[in-house]
């Protein structure tokens, strides 16, 4: 069992960096693939970035790819997303995931789910 908790959500500036953190409980976590995924009002979840469980590989969508780095430190049971460059648009409450899953981009492949930080970037 893992149990996640995000933070580092706010409010920033168009152009403007934030860093999230979600921090693991649980023996396993470094066993798990770490997925963040973001939701705006009336939208659906959308997969955000994507590293496996050694931190080796990662994956993005090309909506965020070059802005956003997620990365891991197993040995803090941490998993970061480093957000750059931000624009309205990525206004949403972000949530990190964990699963058995590789590099998955889709929310039914992950078990396990944090409760959320929102950030709010303003133009």
């Known amino acids: 069992q893992v149990q996640l908790t995000e933070s580092g959500g706010g409010l920033v500036q168009a152009g403007g960096s934030l860093r999230l953190s979600c921090a693991a409980t649980g023996r396993t976590f470094s066993a798990y693939a770490m997925g963040w995924f973001r939701q705006a009002p009336g939208s659906e979840r959308e997969f955000v970035a994507a590293?496996?469980?050694?931190?080796?590989?990662?994956y993005y969508p090309d909506s965020v790819r070059g802005r956003f780095t997620v990365s891991r430190d197993n040995a803090k049971n941490t998993v970061y997303l480093q957000m750059n460059s931000l624009k309205p648009e990525d206004t949403a409450i972000y949530y990190c995931?964990?699963?058995?899953?590789?590099?998955?981009?889709?929310?039914?492949?992950?078990?396990?789910w944090g409760q959320g930080t929102q950030v709010t970037v303003s133009s």
């Open positions: 995931a964990g699963g058995n899953v590789g590099l998955g981009y889709r929310t039914y492949e992950y078990d396990y």
């Open positions: 590293v496996d469980w050694s931190g080796g590989n990662t």
